[in-house]
């Protein structure tokens, strides 16, 4: 048994120390694949893209998808994730910002009806962090690496963007991904005969500024990423149709044992259908903005301030779940 604790323990002190050596590597992560994206961009601009049918109309999809991927990769790396500690956030008004539907303050009140009909805005439940003593809503976790509770905790992400996943920066997060894999699925497929001249298989003479080396190197490197991005998006996609983030993915997986052990169904409150969950993740359509928002690298709020959220109608809390069963984080066991 003691064995046993201090196996766990040791466990616990290597995870720390890698969260210490990530958090500590992060901007130079960022860095690199600043670095690798701007590559990639000119081994697509400079080879791929100037031997396009139709320049006129092939060139501004190129160029707004490029746009995307760079400012969507700076607002998740820049949009602070939302601690617990910041005063409420507001729209801004330069042009970066887009406007709503049709105006309308940001929704923190309960019990407001919303569009579908079976769906209301209820405010959350609130506990106290026990690592940094802060009170804290539903879906709010604390992150050990920025040591501050986030709200609607997703993940800490030190490899791509050095900092949380939360409510502000959820949604670059998924929309970064998603010009990635489509900027790389682009560049891999059209490229794939560029690829072959720079190998010399085809006898043709390379001819472009880029050494073709260069272009090697960013095509294998593109194709690769295309898999594994595509295969994270899908992933991010079908956590969000279903209405949970990666922390609650875990803990309604313990939920469902524990309903069904009695004999009952797990309901996720949060969980709205697939089509709401998507429209209220993206804050598109007549309650939030306009679905232009998605192609265009816009600026909004999300849906709620993160101190209410939309329910399935009637359910305060998730059914199945009884008092006190709900998991907290981790470290509050741990400690
Ligand atoms: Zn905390
Ligand atoms: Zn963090």
Known sequence: MICARQVFRCFKWLERAGDRITGAAGPYFVALAVILISLGAASFFTVVQPGLPLPWLSSPPCILIAVNLFMHYYYVCTVRPGYIE?????????FLWASPSRPRRQLTASGVRWSPPQ???????????????????ERAHHCRICNKCVLKYDHHCPVRINQCVGLHNERHFVLFMAYLAFSTFFFSFLGYPYALDALGITYVPWTHTLPPLCFILTYVLSVVICIAITIMLLWNLWGVARGETSVEAQ???????????????FLNSYDLGK????????????????????????????YTDGRAWARREGLLRHHGVRDGEELTDEEDEES
């Open 275 to 302: 089509r709401a969950n998507l429209a209220l993740f993206f804050n598109i359509g007549p309650n939030g903005y306009p679905l232009y928002t998605l192609f265009f690298p816009f600026r909004i709020m999300p």
């Open 86 to 94: 910041e005063p409420p956030r507001y729209p801004g008004t330069s």
């Open 251 to 265: 803990d309604h997986e313990v939920y469902r044992n524990v309903a069904k052990g009695r004999g009952e169904t």
């Open 119 to 137: 769906v209301e805005i209820v405010r959350a439940h609130v506990t106290r962090c026990k690592r940094c003593g802060e009170m804290r809503p």
